[in-house]
């Protein structure tokens, strides 16, 4: 079954608040960004559930008619090599089943962000995810019953008849699995030890953020606040010194003193992960994690080597860092201030107009189809009490359109935000205008590629556009300090996970002293503490116990693998003009047609290479030339 088209921001947004630094005033810059002479419409700010259906009692039939249905999916169990007709009506009355429920579920997930306190609306998006769980138990048959079928048969009826011309590569991606595809009693036993195997995440989530003590401190200013995950990212980046110090030695000195207990749960997640990979006849548990999008595990290591080759970049980005905040050494707690601020708001329409501006290398088509859709009604703008924090796009219902939530507040990274959104949103809409709703779901793997893209041309345009020196910085320094998060961190990140799973595998175990060991080697290794670039004190190793991304399975390598192609694939279209850019787009059609490395490949995206990750280095060492060249100036 095909997983809902989720371009999952407010899970990925999260990664941006745990690794981008927070842009709070290290000097005052009076400055004004470009202004577009784009003229753009107002646009709505609230958007349209109609288009989903026209009102609750709607929903309510839809929902007890596709519930009513759902049950009568298992009929076609046991009948599948029948014929390729058979088979193409069963896997149509499917996923037409999974697409109208998936139309069920983004209207109470929408309706619920938007008014969290609203139970009826909470109750309703429960009652579409269990009817979700359930078309999945309901169906569980189908793997099974293909592998049994086997190749042969399978590869002659696709040839023979149309019927099953949009599933056809889902048929091929089941065979390929087939060795790890167990039997339906087995499957069914793991599908039923599902929610006993959770337990270890879903201990950490309660206890990280409701049970464990935080401390309150008190600022240079008088102020009192207390450190929990809010207090933390909000105050990490003050401009005192000795404030952020203190920030960061009471609130790691608390995962300090929990580390045994929060080992235990991520010892527990890394045995999860080891066990089915085991089960499943895998020989390692990143090898069962890329095998679900045929990930080969060359990018995996090509990732991690590259950026260990490169960690000079990041060296050089922390002096130059050390260079504007004006101090003797930089310790680990003077990575997140900002360096360089800019008073400026933006509207939304000056937001949207900036947007098309620096989207203009994409190409007419693109620009018109962003253009147009950006006028509808499918963004929830502004926050609202009760409404979901963060942003996202869901782009599930197929034959309706994207939604998008944002919680715009006039500031850079509002306009950052609505930019890297509408990438997602593109990207849905181009997939699903592309390909059979069975094809058009693309995978995490390329999620991030438009959206990145999206920021790297803004960005682009506005520091080329910049009115002043200091504005220049300002952009400069902002997609510097995104660099480091989203690259290197994210790279680090993945190094770690790596090294914990195969500790396990190895038939070690993970005490919280040798996760400090483990995870401090490598994080003084990346910011070049032996060098004398940043001192990493031992207080602040425990920083593993707060990366919720280490309880998914590897998943955190994407974020590095995304912006890599995002970064190669703009510099192409850029420098070559319109055959890049058609590669580019041809990505984003594509949705699931095909494994998401070989769809890059076939844009000429070699996501084993180490080229592509070069592509970010010698972006990062270019905008620290430009850095240089300007502080140069100013003496």
């Known amino acids: 079954m095909m ?21 709070m005033a290290a000097e005052n810059a009076e400055t004004s960004a470009p202004s577009p002479t784009i003229k753009v419409e107002p646009t709505p700010t609230v958007w349209d559930l109609g288009d989903l259906y026209p009102d609750i009692a709607s929903w309510d039939a839809a929902h007890k008619e596709i519930s009513d249905h759902v049950a009568s999916l298992s009929e076609c169990k046991g009948k599948l090599n029948k014929s390729a007709e058979k088979l193409g009506e069963c896997l149509d009355d499917i996923t037409n089943t999974y697409k109208d429920l998936l139309r069920l579920y983004v209207y109470a997930f929408l309706a619920k962000d938007t008014d969290l306190g609203n139970s009826e609306f ?11 769980t359930e078309l999945g138990e309901v169906t569980s048959y189908l793997n099974p019953e293909l592998i049994t079928i086997g190749e042969q048969q399978l590869t002659q009826f696709i040839a023979s008849s149309g019927a099953l011309k949009d599933h056809d590569f889902y048929i091929r991606n089941t065979l ?16 039923a030890a599902s929610d006993a195997l959770s337990t270890t995440a879903s201990v950490y989530e309660v206890l990280t953020n409701a049970e464990m003590p935080w401390p309150e401190v008190t600022l240079s200013t008088g102020e009192t606040i207390t450190l929990d995950a809010s207090g933390y990212t909000k105050s990490r980046a003050l401009e005192n010194r000795k404030d952020r110090q203190l920030v960061f030695s009471k609130f790691w000195e608390t995962y300090q003193n929990f580390r045994q207990t929060l080992a235990i749960t991520l010892e527990g997640q890394v045995k999860n992960d080891v066990l089915i990979a085991k ?14 999008d045929n990930i080969p595990q060359e990018v995996y290591r090509t990732l991690i080597n590259t950026v260990n080759n490169n960690l000079g970049s990041l060296h050089r980005l ?14 680990y707690y003077d990575i997140y201030p900002s360096v360089v601020s800019l008073d400026r ?24 189809t962003f253009s147009n859709a950006a006028n509808q009604n499918w963004m929830h703008v502004y926050p609202s009490p009760g409404k979901r924090s963060g942003a996202y796009v869901m782009g599930a219902a197929y034959n309706v359109h994207p939604y998008m939530l944002l919680n715009f507040d006039n500031s850079l990274e509002s306009v950052s935000t609505y930019a890297h959104e509408w990438g997602h949103a593109m990207h849905s809409l181009l997939a699903n205008q592309s390909q059979p709703f069975s094809k058009s779901e693309y995978a995490t793997f390329t999620a991030e590629i438009a959206s990145t893209a999206n920021e790297v041309l803004l960005f682009d345009y506005l520091r080329k556009n910049a009115e002043n020196d200091q504005e220049r910085l300002y952009y400069l320094f902002k997609e510097l300090s995104q660099l480091r998060g989203t690259f290197f961190r994210q790279a680090q990140f993945a ?17 919280g002293d040798k996760l400090n060991v483990m995870y401090g080697d490598i994080l003084k290794r990346y910011y070049g503490h032996e060098q004398g670039v940043m001192n990493i004190d031992d207080l602040y190793t425990a920083e593993w116990a707060y990366i919720p991304h280490f309880y998914r399975n590897f998943y955190v390598y994407q974020y590095a693998t995304s912006i890599s192609a995002a970064y190669f694939l703009t510099d192409r279209i850029l420098k070559d003009g319109k055959a890049a850019q058609q590669q580019f787009l041809n990505i984003l059609r594509a949705g699931g047609s095909d494994y998401p490395y070989d769809i890059l490949l076939d844009a000429g995206v070699d996501m084993a290479s180490p080229e592509v990750y070069q592509a970010v280095i010698r972006r990062m060492d270019a905008l620290m030339d430009e850095v240089e060249d300007i502080l140069d100036k100013q003496g």
């Open 3 to 23: 997983k809902y088209n989720l371009a999952p921001c407010f899970v990925l947004c999260l990664a941006t608040v745990l690794t981008t630094p927070t842009l």
């Open 122 to 132: 909470r109750e309703r998006s429960s009652v579409a995810q269990t009817l979700l």
């Open 176 to 191: 390929r699995q087939a060795k790890h595809i167990l039997s339906p009693e087995e499957e069914r036993i793991i599908a």
């Open 279 to 292: 089960l499943r006849g895998f020989d390692s548990s990143l090898e069962r994690a890329l095998s679900e």
């Open 318 to 331: 922390i002096s130059l860092r050390q260079r504007m905040l004006k101090i003797d050494e930089t310790h």
């Open 345 to 368: 708001e933006y509207s939304l329409e000056e937001t949207k107009a900036l947007t098309i501006s620096a989207l203009q290398p994409l190409g007419k088509d693109y620009i018109n």
């Open 495 to 511: 190094e770690f996970e790596l090294a914990i799973h195969e500790e396990v595998e190895n038939g070690g175990a993970l005490s």
